[in-house]
């Protein structure tokens, strides 16, 4: 999309590559979302409550890791933006190696707890004091490598993702949460496919125009 609707060598790239050679980024061993000078590689997936109930109850968090572990394949952990030598985390509640019970209501600060922001890793929350008692849903975002050779490969996971991913949450046979997800491709996919199913509706638009200019200039 970009490259369809910004000019070439306009300033907004020009800002971009400076941007870039102040503040490189290294996927493989230093990830960091805010150093980002796009809005990168990555699947986000996010789990709501069914039944107004919380994400941190134990029946959704338990259904919440088995969503990441279905989502952190063998390529996944091959692909993923690293740092301190393990993938990053794709939500700051769960850890690297996984957290089998769920925080629990009034152990955490919200929106910040310590040095964790966690207003982008939560939503539908329920607080009282600055202390999180409950919250509707989860954002899981889950970054791949896309500053080096594995870029390429990167882009097909997230393809294969979109893919496959309806079919690993029907088999995950989810009761607890309902889970919504999209990629950093899917925009483009999204406006690719409107351009394919429009063009055909602007031919005909200039076929019913035309022959209704002819009809009236023939009476």
Do not use: M
């Not at 279905?70 to 509640?93: F, I, K, M």
């Not at 929350?125 to 490598?145: F, M, Q, T």
Request: proline share 6%; aromatic share 8%.
């Amino acid at each position: 999309i970009e490259g369809q609707f910004t000019p070439t060598g306009g300033p907004a790239k020009a800002e971009r590559d400076l941007v870039r050679r102040h503040f490189p980024t290294d996927d493989s061993q230093r990830f960091s979302a805010p150093r980002l000078p796009t809005e990168g590689a990555y699947a986000a997936l996010i789990a709501v409550a069914t039944n107004a109930t919380s994400v941190l109850q134990p029946a959704a968090w338990a259904e919440v890791l088995r969503l990441d572990e279905t989502v952190r394949d063998a390529d996944y952990e091959r692909l993923c933006a690293r740092s301190a030598g393990s993938c990053a985390s794709p939500n700051p509640l769960l850890s690297r190696r996984g957290d089998e019970r769920p925080p629990a209501p009034g152990s955490l600060q919200f929106p910040v707890n310590g040095s964790v922001f966690l207003g982008a890793a939560l939503g539908g929350v329920d607080a009282d004091g600055g202390r999180l008692l409950s919250a509707r849903a989860l954002k899981l975002v889950y970054y791949l490598r896309e500053d080096g050779p594995e870029a390429e490969d990167s882009r097909q996971w997230l393809q294969s993702f979109l893919r496959n991913i309806s079919s690993k949450l029907r088999e995950l046979d989810l009761s607890s949460i309902q889970v919504t997800y999209f990629t950093s491709l899917s925009r483009q996919q999204e406006f690719e496919g409107n351009t394919k199913s429009v063009i055909p509706l602007f031919s005909i638009t200039y076929f019913l125009t035309i022959t209704f200019a002819i009809v009236s200039c023939l009476r």
